[in-house]
């Protein structure tokens, strides 16, 4: 029994190496596109943000169509393409169905209807897994040093997001409020809008999106930078959502969500919520600790005790 743990744990831990090798290879060209992006010139920017949002077209499009769809010229394209070091863009779009083909039993979970329980788990957790090591992987730390600072100085943190992003929101504030921090969510326009134009310099927002596309979380956004809130974004690179925000957090997942609401990019963004939490709590020292005790105590007395 001892020799056959030994032996499945190894074959856990080959695999699991296996999964991020084929997520670094299938993600190379994605992470090249975001790495440039400041590098293109604006019309290349163009096609790029039309790629990153829309692979699984692209792929399918004549040179011509992608040129239209993103609004610059074929000859634009073409250059965009070299600069990725691609031959041409019938060489991008091999290069792209690859990326998609390879990375897709990861990346994103899919089920057919003859999967096992087993099947169905494995590959759910197995996808999860695989993109939080990729988001983890991509994250700029400059970025997330200087989004802690800005929570941890805040004299106000909201925290906006809708749908499934608007529970990230609520579990946000649930963890910053226990840090002794004044902070309020909201999944509701109005109410965005509301706290937004209340806002003032020294307070923080938290914009939560899986796609980043959402008209009322831009709109909201744009009104708490008005009022002189710093904007924190934890979205899509390339959305309009992160070109609104002051800082992006960006987490890139492709999933399908015409029909299934987002899997693993809403448990990456609970982690990251958690990497926020953590680092704004190593600001406060050991009185916090204390707090904390007491918050825990105070808990402990709306529970049944533990069996002994």
């Given at each position: 029994m001892a020799n056959a743990d030994k032996y499945s744990k190894a074959r856990s831990?080959?695999?699991?190496?296996?999964?991020?090798?084929?997520?670094?290879?299938?993600?190379?060209?994605?992470?090249?596109?975001?790495?440039?992006?400041?590098?293109?010139?604006?019309?290349?920017?163009?096609?790029?943000?039309?790629?990153?949002?829309?692979?699984?077209?692209?792929?399918?499009?004549?040179?011509?169509?992608?040129?239209?769809?993103?609004?610059?010229?074929?000859?634009?394209?073409?250059?965009?393409?070299?600069?990725?070091?691609?031959?041409?863009?019938?060489?991008?779009?091999?290069?792209?169905?690859?990326?998609?083909?390879?990375?897709?039993?990861?990346a994103q979970f899919s089920m057919n209807d003859s999967d096992s329980v087993a099947e169905f788990s494995h590959s759910i957790f197995d996808s999860t897994v695989g993109t939080l090591l990729s988001v983890r992987d991509r994250l700029d730390n400059d970025a997330l040093g200087q989004a802690v600072n800005a929570l941890a100085m805040a004299n106000r943190v909201e925290f906006y997001g809708f749908g499934a992003s608007g529970a990230v929101a609520f579990d946000a504030q649930h963890k910053f409020f226990r840090l002794q921090i004044s902070t309020s969510a909201y999944a509701d326009p109005h109410m965005q809008n509301m706290s937004a134009v209340t806002l003032k310099e020294g307070d923080v927002v938290v914009a939560i999106s899986q796609t980043g596309r959402t008209k009322a979380l831009v709109a909201s956004v744009r009104l708490a930078r008005e009022a002189g809130a710093t904007v924190i974004g934890l979205c899509p690179s390339g959305s309009p959502l992160a070109e609104e925000v002051s800082l992006p957090l960006y987490i890139d997942v492709h999933e399908d969500t015409e029909i299934y609401t987002p899997l693993s990019s809403r448990i990456a963004h609970l982690v990251l919520i958690d990497v926020l939490a953590v680092g704004v709590a190593k600001t406060r020292g050991p009185k916090l600790a204390e707090q904390l005790k007491s918050v825990k105590k105070s808990l402990n007395t709306l529970r049944y005790p533990e069996d002994n």
């Open positions: 831990a080959k695999r699991a190496h296996w999964i991020i090798e084929e997520l670094n290879v299938s993600r190379a060209l994605f992470d090249e596109m975001r790495r440039r992006m400041e590098h293109f010139r604006r019309s290349e920017q163009k096609v790029a943000r039309f790629v990153l949002r829309n692979p699984d077209e692209v792929i399918h499009m004549r040179i011509v169509d992608l040129a239209t769809e993103a609004n610059v010229s074929e000859p634009t394209v073409v250059r965009f393409c070299r600069a990725l070091g691609c031959n041409g863009f019938q060489d991008f779009k091999l290069q792209l169905a690859q990326m998609l083909a390879s990375g897709s039993q990861f």
